[in-house]
């Protein structure tokens, strides 16, 4: 190519020798590199990258393959290579001439290289967001979703990073952690009005830059162990659902770079994704503590052998995932100063299943709760009990047995009375199972509920059994549709004679599992009340082993 021409050529353009001499070079590549001049080696007149290059390139054979192009040839284009001139990146292409020398094209690809660089690190920065949203979501716990925040943040933003929890009480509570290292929690006894920005982080307020916070500033608290001398401070706040989620502090060394602009603004972005994980946690966690609480108080108590009577009883909710459901019972122990006085045992079913049944449920035994000072007389109770929730907003209705119990001469007396609920069923002695006669209306449906009460006894040994009509009517056997049904409920408690309470109750429920086989069914309640055996121990002849006497 006619060197006239190369001269006012756009590209810089340097030509030099086999020797490493340069032999020409326009007027754009002599603005670019002032020393490139004809008859100065190449050594002194590029870069070194570009020097290296030109004596790699001219030590090939001209026409050789490794030269780019063949013999018989006029010219032939080597590799590129790339490199710095100044603060601008280059491209150079060679040309290889027949006579040796080397066209070197100069092609400035600084901005395409700031352009993919900028696109890689988005791609980067776009896939650590996206993993960081799984990992800060994949777990409601807390206490697992501040650690995992604070990890991170320091693994990829910063040197270190603390997640400072929302004020509650004096102090702080901070999670900290190191690169590499493992999160700590610790209690803080500070404020956060020593650390520029982080009272305001923590009230949900934008950040303040980075360069307005002096790094020589930071309160030993926020510098972790083995640190070193902080460089640079970044505060942000975690923005949560509608309430500030904490803040987040990132830290980097004095041997680091300073946090730029963009890197502030990146971790704006990290933060608000882990300040939506933090708040979801956080708000799971104090719905988890009030759904504790309430079901506490909707849960069947664990019942025990009151004033010489037994009692036993078992629940199972009608879903497995569920805790609490329609059926309910509750054993109202007489006063301990109270000789004589009954012990109050309530057995219920609400209409429905689920938590809506369970809230009726527990607003059913805390109105039975207020009426035990009426308990002897079960008619008004249930009277009363009906009043309240016809008069309530919930529309359901509930089938009742109330059983008051007093242990009288080694014996058990009882009065039973039924609201619309399956009668109670008397395991004699000798197995004989006695359906007890009485019978009532339902509460919660009707203007007046009415009801008839009986009274029986049990002898020691002998039981009597409370049950919802979850047992009977829970589908299984070998076919999976056929009903456990009355039949096979008698027949069971006739082989519970003389068990104690618990043995009955836990065998019922084992036989209504076995029946079921984890299929749909509903709400179950049992509870056996039981007459004690007054046994002893006593020797046949004096020697032998002994015998159990009633």
């Given at each position: 190519m006619k060197r006239s021409v190369l001269r006012v050529a756009p590209y810089p353009v340097l030509v030099a020798d086999a020797h490493g001499v340069v032999r020409f070079v326009n007027d754009t590549a002599s603005a670019l590199l002032p020393r490139a001049r004809p008859?100065?080696?190449?050594?002194?007149?590029?870069?070194?990258w570009l020097a290296t290059a030109h004596r790699d390139l001219s030590r090939v054979p001209a026409g050789s393959p490794a030269g780019g192009g063949s013999a018989g040839t006029g010219s032939s284009a080597g590799p590129a290579v790339r490199g710095q001139i100044g603060e601008r990146s280059f491209e150079a292409h060679p040309t290889c001439e027949e006579s040796g020398e080397v066209m070197w094209w100069l092609v400035d690809d600084t901005d395409h290289l700031l352009a993919r660089t900028a696109l890689r690190m988005e791609r980067e920065r776009t896939a650590f967001l996206g993993d960081a949203s799984n990992a800060l979501l994949s777990s409601l716990n807390l206490d697992r979703c501040t650690a995992t925040t604070a990890r991170l943040a320091a693994g990829h933003l910063a040197g270190a990073a603390l997640v400072i929890e929302p004020p509650a009480g004096r102090g702080l509570a901070v999670v900290s952690c190191t690169r590499g290292g493992e999160p700590v929690r610790r209690q803080v006894g500070a404020g956060p009005d020593l650390v520029p920005g982080l009272a305001e982080a923590l009230q949900g307020f934008p950040p303040v830059p980075s360069r307005w916070i002096d790094p020589a500033a930071a309160p030993d608290w926020m510098v972790p162990e083995d640190f070193g001398t902080v460089g640079s401070?970044?505060?942000?706040?975690?923005?949560?659902?509608?309430?500030?989620?904490?803040?987040?502090?990132?830290?980097?060394?004095?041997?680091?770079?300073?946090?730029?602009?963009?890197?502030?603004?990146?971790?704006?972005?990290?933060?608000?994704?882990?300040?939506?994980?933090?708040?979801?946690?956080?708000?799971?966690?104090?719905?988890?503590?009030?759904?504790?609480?309430?079901?506490?108080?909707?849960?069947?108590?664990v019942l025990h052998d009151v004033s010489g009577v037994e009692f036993a009883g078992a629940y199972r909710p009608a879903a497995e995932s569920e805790r609490v459901g329609g059926d309910f019972y509750d054993v109202h122990p007489a006063p301990a100063d109270a000789e004589g006085q009954e012990s109050l045992v309530i057995l219920g079913d609400v209409c429905g299943k689920g938590l809506e049944a369970a809230v009726l449920t527990g607003k059913i035994r805390n109105t039975l709760h207020a009426l035990l000072p009426m308990a002897d007389d079960h008619q008004r109770v249930l009277s009363l009990l009906n009043g309240a929730l016809l008069n309530s907003h919930h529309t359901r209705f509930a089938t009742l047995v109330l059983a008051s119990a007093v242990r009288h001469a080694g014996s058990v007396r009882l009065r039973l009375t039924s609201a619309g609920h399956p009668a109670p069923l008397i395991v004699r002695g000798d197995g004989h199972v006695e359906e007890v006669r009485t019978r009532g209306t339902l509460v919660g449906a009707l203007p007046e509920a009415t009801a008839v009460t009986v009274e029986a006894s049990l002898a020691p040994g002998e039981t009597c059994v409370l049950f919802t009509d979850g047992i009977t009517e829970a589908k299984g056997g070998p076919l999976g549709g056929d009903l456990y049904g009355d039949e096979r409920l008698h027949g069971a408690l006739s082989r519970c004679a003389g068990m104690p309470a618990s043995a009955v109750v836990e065998h019922i429920q084992m036989l209504a599992s076995q029946w079921v086989r984890g299929g749909r069914h509903d709400d179950m309640a049992v509870v056996a009340i039981t007459a004690p055996r007054n046994n002893h121990l006593s020797a046949v002849g004096g020697r032998g082993p002994g015998r159990f006497t009633a």
């Open positions: 008859g100065v080696r190449v050594t002194r007149a590029v870069p070194e401070i970044v505060v942000t706040p975690l923005p949560g659902h509608g309430v500030p989620a904490g803040a987040l502090v990132l830290l980097r060394g004095a041997g680091e770079a300073p946090f730029t602009e963009n890197e502030e603004v990146f971790a704006r972005l990290f933060a608000a994704r882990a300040g939506a994980a933090l708040s979801a946690a956080r708000l799971y966690a104090e719905q988890s503590s009030i759904t504790e609480t309430l079901m506490r108080e909707l849960l069947p108590p």
